[in-house]
């Protein structure tokens, strides 16, 4: 890519009255904005040239100002369940994963929002190699362009903001791409088929909460009550388990969406009796759902996930005590699914 084209504003950066706002400065007609998002969120254009209906000196003055480069695919894995798992790169080398998970009822593009995660969850690949940067808002909405057109036969249905990173620090650019997603303009996905994921933020669930948006609310619990939660997530730290509990009720009461806890499976750290009954005391009276995700094996920890009874009895016990959740089981295995994996060895590969 030229240094001209690194410096150049991307126009997935833009929203329908950005862009608006900017064709009128250079004397065009607003009109043009519409045609250009729907040139690049509906048909998939990746380069203004390819934009027919508008004029040839346009798409010149276009392409002069504003960038609309493809992502650079560093590897793109299939697993034997045809979860596919693709490896990005940006123009400073940065590189991130996004994942297509077809199943049976719905096919999912879980996209990461940051280089790098400065959370450090202590199960997660995605935290081992630190934060770099945020991504922008073309970053993120430009990994589901890509896997659009080139995952056809598995047309997607649900976006989930669960790849690298913690969206909700990454704030701006999230609700940007979000609100591209949404916009009947541009990609016209239902918010309810979005989901945001978060390890913890509390002002930003609360911020979220304002925001107006229908978009589910999934947040990563790994622990039964602040002391269990402490050692897996550094940043129950500063936004302790009690207070999140709150703030996620908050969040349902406020938005009249179901939140969302995912809880990580740890042999003899997390499903013990002692987990399920903390679970059903602190979880008491609210109506929430509840995914038991197996852990996934990362070399640099030394956990073990569960066995499959272990699993059982843990989800038994937790509808004894009234807390119904469901066992997700991790797909695409053979491709390292665990979140941030592809990643991690990739940079480890290029480090040596
Ligand atoms: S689980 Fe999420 S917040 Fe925690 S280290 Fe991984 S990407 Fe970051």
Redesign the pocket.
Known sequence: MSQENVLKKDVRDLTLEELSDYLVSIGEKPFRATQIFEWIYKKGAADFSAMRNLPQALRKKLAADLALGPLTVLKAEVALDETTKFLFEFRDRETVETVLIPTDTRTTICISTQAG?K???KF?A??IGGWSRNLDCSEIIGQILHVREHAKKHPFSHVVFMG???PLDNYENVLRTIRLLNSQKAMNIAARRITIST?GIIPQIRKLAQEGLQVELAV?LHGYNNDSRNILMPVNRRYKFDELIAACREYARKTGRQVTFEYILIRNVTCSEVAAKELARHLAGFECKMNLIPYNRVEEFEHEPPTKLEMLAFKTRLAELGVHATIRMPRGRDVGAA??QLRHQHKIANSV
């Open positions: 995660c959370f450090g969850c997660c995605s935290g690298t990173g913690e390890c990563s979140c941030g």
